[in-house]
């Protein structure tokens, strides 16, 4: 009885260390389509997270083979910004100068390692894909997830893109 309590209890702390949430809502894009990615808008305390989270989509988007323009700008890029909804229109205008079809954005809503003896990477950030033609949300998903003290935050942003960038066909 007493072994079954603990492995209970030990396979309940295996899955709570690295417990990860992705919603998205189930999309097929064209890879034949041109993309343009912006900087994620940063809701958390650490600096840059959004350019980071961003800087991490688009490497993982790579492997699709689409033809992305980066808008990923430098650290002072926020700093002139006054709202979140100016920072998206012009990232929108910028989109379409570069004959972008779609643009690539999001938001960060946490990115930190939580305090403690193993310090654990806790990430997570929402993603969507707008249709710049019409204005249209074509793709919104939302991923969080916490990992192991030996993983780093990078690692963990990297997983939840993984997860949660929708499909592309050819």
């Not at 989509?57 to 979140?84: C, F, P, Q, Y």
């Not at 654990?120 to 939302?142: A, R």
Request: with cysteine.
């Amino acid at each position: 009885m007493f072994k079954q309590k603990l492995l209970i209890l030990i396979l309940s702390l295996l899955f709570l260390g690295c417990s990860s949430i992705v919603h998205k809502k189930e999309v097929t894009l064209s890879s034949s389509k041109k993309y343009a990615i912006s900087s994620f808008w940063n809701y958390t305390e650490t600096p840059m997270a959004g350019l980071r989270a961003s800087s991490i989509v688009e490497s993982v988007l790579a492997k699709n083979r689409l033809t992305i323009h980066s808008l990923i700008g430098g650290s002072d890029e926020m700093g002139e910004t006054l709202s979140k909804d100016d920072f998206l229109q012009k990232q929108k205008a910028k989109a379409k100068s570069v004959g972008a079809e779609y643009l690539i954005t999001g938001n960060v809503q946490e990115w930190r390692y939580k305090t403690g003896i193993d310090g654990e990477p806790v990430v997570s950030y929402t993603l969507k894909v707008i249709d710049l033609k019409d204005d249209t949300i074509l793709f919104n998903g939302v991923g969080a997830k916490s990992g192991w003290g030996h993983k780093s935050i990078g690692v963990v942003a990297q997983e939840i893109a993984e997860e949660l960038i929708p499909r592309f066909t050819p």
